[in-house]
């Protein structure tokens, strides 16, 4: 065996950040900020509080592989953490924000929180858990020292009186890049939220492949403005691939509205962006009904759910703005796949390429994928043939957090493992996905889960319920919302306003059914499983009020 004569150099989360400062330092990081203000940065600037964080971590008991959850926007702050707790070997757990606080305390006691950095917002999610999080030593509120509040019912530290505590001094750790470098729970499987822990060689190899000119083509010469948030799978990877290759950054805060990222944009002269269609239908609306133009933006990436075709064709045909299709999974870091063009496409007319763009896409280099029938046979690529849709690659999980759900795994005769996606799939012959359906029982609205047997549960707990299934029904603006179907028991009274009234306070309120459908049965399967497919043909047709 000859061995190859290169250096071992581990891949870390640190050396992205330090490359920024070295051939990048004046390249702006721009932040609108809970303060209210627009706060602007360099990635020099970002390197320093980074590297000062990190020595406010250690004062605070931060050791290796401890995590710090964190409760925030995209912004500059969140960006430090990125990168002082990574760098220093702990791990970061961003949290969604939009969940009910009881599933929050669910996940930070899970996951073992130790230090939790949320910005100001967030305070009464803070105050609803802290009784409830006893593993956490820390709270951090991530906000200037004069705008800290005043009677906080948890005893809090100030993100800037830590980071001008601490020295600027702190020579990043070396460890195997195999290390846990950050964390993100899903709700996007059945039974309880699950976490994914990516490595510091994960993120890197999917920083490379993100870059890359068929995935999100991104450069020193971008700007770009992540709507997906940070607490969204790292925002797909672009606050790791930004300081990469030496764009400017743009985070627009927890301001979402189609006006506010408008003018971030312009103002910005931001040039590409990436979120959940939700969210630019939400851009578009303002900007037709206002009359606007882009002057700089020249691409969009959409995922998260299925770009609508009349979406693609506003932004590529009126707007001028390429649309990039792409799919990925929390449990993918998430980059899976992204419909760019071939060469051969390029001699085709924008109508000939469409149906192309619309496809989820194909697969960017380091994620291996393939559809399989029933009986775990591969199905041929050809573009009519369905089925589920199995990934592996370097940044394709292996193993939940504390093997929660057991081995998630399928394994092919051949013995290769490989993850399940729980999306049904064809692939044409040229190596382009289509999602066509969905074999995991969850919803999704909005670019957010909502788990329908946690629904069912909720409803079964009523004492005049007998049975009842949660079923996407689809969505103008929000893609998927819950119907819950319900059979009473006998000689029982229920209308749907007491039913949906059985949920307050038990779940978010965008998680709550939008109707109620009273039916006399549910279809069961042999072995007395409801049939849900069955169910949503029943339902195909229904229609939501005001849809
Ligand atoms: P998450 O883990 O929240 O990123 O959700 C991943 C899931 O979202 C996938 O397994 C799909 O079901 C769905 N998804 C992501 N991107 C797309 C897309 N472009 N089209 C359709 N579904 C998508």
């Given at each position: ?328 999974m929390?449990e993918m870091?998430?980059?899976g ?26 697969p960017?280099?380091?994620v291996d994928m393939k559809i399989v029938g029933d009986d775990g046979q591969d199905l ?6 369905f089925g589920d849709l199995w990934v592996r690659g370097?940044?394709v999980v ?10 998630p795994l399928q394994h092919d005769a051949a013995?290769t493992g490989w993850f399940p996606t729980g999306d049904v799939a064809?692939i ?5 996905m ?5 074999s ?108």
């Amino acid at each position: 065996m000859l061995n190859g004569l290169m250096m071992q150099a581990p891949l870390a989360i640190a050396s992205l950040i330090q490359h920024a400062e070295r051939f990048h330092p004046d390249v702006e990081i721009v932040s609108r900020r809970v303060e209210g203000d627009i706060h602007r940065s360099t990635y020099r600037q970002a390197h320093r509080r980074a590297r000062q964080l990190a020595n406010a971590l250690t004062a605070l008991g931060v050791s290796r592989s401890d995590r710090v959850g964190t409760l925030a926007w995209n912004g500059y702050r969140h960006f430090e953490l990125y990168f002082a707790v990574s760098g220093s070997g702990a791990v970061l757990h961003t949290l969604n924000p939009r969940l009910h606080a009881d599933q929050i305390a669910w996940i930070v006691n899970h996951a073992g929180d130790k230090v939790l950095c949320f910005d100001l917002t967030f305070l009464p999610i803070v105050e609803a858990i802290a009784a409830h999080c006893p593993g956490v030593e820390h709270w951090v509120a991530m906000i200037d020292r004069d705008r800290m509040p005043k009677a906080a019912q948890v005893p809090l530290h100030c993100y800037e009186a830590l980071i001008d505590g601490h020295s600027e001094r702190f020579a990043w750790p070396e460890f195997d890049e195999n290390l846990a470098s950050s964390m993100c729970y899903t709700s996007g499987t059945t039974g309880n939220p699950k976490g994914v822990l990516y490595s510091h060689r994960s993120t890197l190899l999917h920083s490379y492949a993100a870059a890359l000119p068929d995935a999100l083509n991104l450069s020193s010469r971008d700007a770009i403005l992540p709507v997906v948030p940070m607490f969204h799978v790292n925002a797909w990877g672009l606050p790791y691939v930004a300081p990469m290759v030496g764009a400017k950054l743009v985070f627009p805060g927890g301001q979402l509205d189609g006006k506010s990222l408008y003018e971030l944009f312009e103002a910005e002269r931001v040039t590409v962006s990436a979120g959940v269609p939700t969210v630019w239908q939400g851009l578009l609306a303002h900007i037709e009904s206002a009359g606007l133009r882009f002057s700089t933006m020249n691409r969009t990436v959409i995922g998260g759910s299925a770009c609508p075709p009349a979406m693609l064709r506003l932004f590529q045909e009126k707007y001028g703005v390429q649309v990039l299709h792409a799919w990925g999974m929390t449990e993918m870091s998430p980059l899976g796949t992204v419909a760019s063009l071939k060469a051969k496409h390029l001699g085709q007319s924008a109508e000939e390429r469409l149906p192309v763009q619309y496809k989820q896409g194909r697969p960017i280099f380091g994620v291996d994928m393939k559809i399989v029938g029933d009986d775990g046979q591969d199905l041929p690529w050809d573009g009519k043939a369905f089925g589920d849709l199995w990934v592996r690659g370097p940044w394709v999980v292996r193993e939940y957090f504390k093997g929660e759900g057991g081995d998630p795994l399928q394994h092919d005769a051949a013995g290769t493992g490989w993850f399940p996606t729980g999306d049904v799939a064809t692939i044409d012959a040229d190596g382009y996905m289509q999602i066509t359906d969905r074999s995991k029982d969850v919803i999704k609205s909005g670019g957010e889960w909502i788990s329908s047997i946690e629904i069912e549960n909720i409803a079964v707990s009523h004492p005049a319920v007998a049975m009842a299934a949660c079923i996407a029904i689809k969505h103008p603006k929000w893609d998927e919302r819950p119907l819950l179907v319900v059979v009473r028991k006998p000689d029982a009274q229920l209308s749907a306003e007491e039913m949906l009234r059985h949920y307050e306070g038990k779940l978010a309120k965008w998680q709550i059914p939008d109707a109620v459908a009273f039916v006399e049965s549910i279809p069961l399967g042999a072995t007395g499983k409801m049939l849900k497919a069955r169910l949503r043909e029943q339902f195909r047709d229904y229609r939501l009020a005001g849809t």
